[in-house]
């Protein structure tokens, strides 16, 4: 009985089955276009548009207000089509922006953390407008911003900067016992270092790594009281100018008195 029903089936013509694979391609290029149309629909949707830009963290040079005036205009896309890597360059574009962290919060919301530099320094020429940050980072900036009136000059290559910071930590450490401050640090493309403090003071420090540079400074501020009163003088700012150049010595510049000083032998 079974072999009578398996040889009465006939197979399905071809002209048949051609007609079932078209009917099937139909189907599915009408169900992606379909989808395709559903798809643009909704990216395009106004309900999708970023309409809120919610900023927080570190905004003390700028307002949340003020920074999404800045970057509204200029971020493209809605919700789902924004490219956040273009949308956090625009944040970080800003004047004080160290780096912003965005994201999208569904339907139509952009939350952005942002961190700012922290100005620790005046960058290069007395004619520029750059900024160093606590991290050793130069960036562009309004000087007349900065949390404090009184910042530092640090002067040399783009490249040195974390360089020169750290030298400024550490010689600015040294004259603390002093009450002096280092006004301007200088770093040439020789790797020379000199400085001037507060009080108007110049210093060549020399060539040399920055712990041989350091030893030269704290040999003179070990000594230099003993010189000045031998010429009747009193505190690190009545030194004009100072050499450590010297290779047994330094030579010294007392207000109106001039002078070499020999190092003493070390005992």
Same mark, same amino acid.
């Given at each position: %009985? #079974?072999?009578? &029903? *398996? ?11 051609? %007609? ?8 599915? +290029? ?16 106004? +309900? ?18 003020? &920074? ?13 089509? %924004? ?24 339907? #139509? ?21 750059? !900024?160093? #940050?606590?991290?050793?980072? +130069? ?24 360089? !020169? ?18 006004? @301007? ?9 000199? !400085? ?10 020399? *060539? ?27 505190? *690190? ?15 010294? @510049?007392? @207000?109106?008195?001039?002078? *070499? ?7």
């Amino acid at each position: %009985m #079974n072999s009578a &029903l *398996l040889h009465s089936a006939e197979p399905v013509p071809l002209d048949v089955r051609l %007609m079932n694979f078209a009917a099937l391609g139909l189907a599915l +290029i009408a169900g992606v276009a379909a989808l395709t149309a559903v798809t643009r629909w909704t990216l395009a949707h106004p +309900i999708f548009g970023v309409t809120r830009i919610v900023v927080e963290g570190d905004t003390t040079h700028h307002s949340a207000v003020s &920074l999404q005036a800045n970057v509204a205009s200029r971020i493209a896309g809605n919700f789902f089509t %924004m490219d956040l890597s273009q949308a956090r360059s625009v944040f970080e574009s800003v004047p004080w922006v160290r780096r912003a962290t965005v994201r999208r919060e569904f339907p #139509n919301r952009l939350r952005v953390t942002i961190e700012e530099h922290r100005s620790m320094g005046l960058w290069g020429a007395d004619t520029e407008s750059r !900024m160093l #940050n606590t991290h050793g980072e +130069i960036f562009e900036a309004n000087a007349g911003e900065a949390e404090s009136d009184d910042l530092p000059r640090l002067v040399g290559s783009d490249g040195q900067s974390q360089t !020169m910071l750290q030298m400024y930590h550490q010689v600015q450490l040294a004259f603390k016992p002093f009450d002096a401050t280092v006004e @301007r640090l200088n770093l040439s493309n020789q790797g020379a270092w000199s !400085m001037q403090l507060d009080s108007g003071t110049e210093m060549e420090l020399g *060539l040399g790594s920055q712990d041989m540079v350091l030893a030269r400074l704290r040999k003179f501020l070990a000594t230099h009281s003993q010189v000045l009163a031998t010429y009747q003088r009193t505190g *690190l700012d009545r030194v004009e100018s100072v050499d450590l150049r010297h290779a047994q010595g330094y030579a010294i @510049r007392i @207000r109106g008195v001039s002078t *070499l000083v020999t190092a003493q032998p070390e005992k």
